[in-house]
């Protein structure tokens, strides 16, 4: 078995991306070598196995693999701001820069996202507006949100 992404990185979501018939092998998230469980069990993932990962890739894969959502509330992120607009968490990532994201709710699903901004943003609507593409708050400014 050889798995490769749209980039041609070693990548699988349901199995080893390199697998011989001895079935030794080795399972990698785009191009990120990484364990069995991070691949196969990623509802296993706990906060704790992140907050203690060296590897900055290996970490970003298990936020990714376990949700950010749910890695957030795990670890008991900060809330350090909050408006009309979302509320603005912040946790610190040992040897690495802090990871802040702002919690959102789609108004037509009414849906709960979580989403990644840059760690200088301090404030829920600078969030917002930068996943937007904004720089400046006063910039976003929608008639009607969909």
């Not at 080795?26 to 203690?52: A, C, D, F």
Request: neutral net charge.
């Amino acid at each position: 078995r050889l798995m490769r992404d749209d980039r041609n990185r070693l990548h699988s979501s349901d199995g080893m991306a390199i697998q011989y018939p001895d079935n030794w092998g080795i399972y990698s998230w785009h191009g990120v070598r990484v364990n069995e469980q991070i691949i196969m069990n990623p509802g296993t993932l706990k906060s704790n196995q992140i907050l203690e990962e060296k590897n900055a890739e290996v970490r970003r894969v298990l936020i990714e693999r376990m949700g950010i959502d749910r890695f957030l509330l795990q670890a008991h992120a900060k809330s350090i701001h909050q408006d009309s607009r979302g509320e603005l968490f912040h946790i610190d990532l040992p040897g690495d820069e802090p990871l802040r994201a702002v919690k959102v709710k789609c108004s037509t699903t009414r849906q709960i996202y979580f989403l990644r901004v840059p760690p200088n943003i301090d404030k829920a609507s600078q969030a917002v507006s930068w996943t937007f593409g904004y720089e400046k708050v006063e910039e976003y400014n929608p008639g009607v949100e969909t």
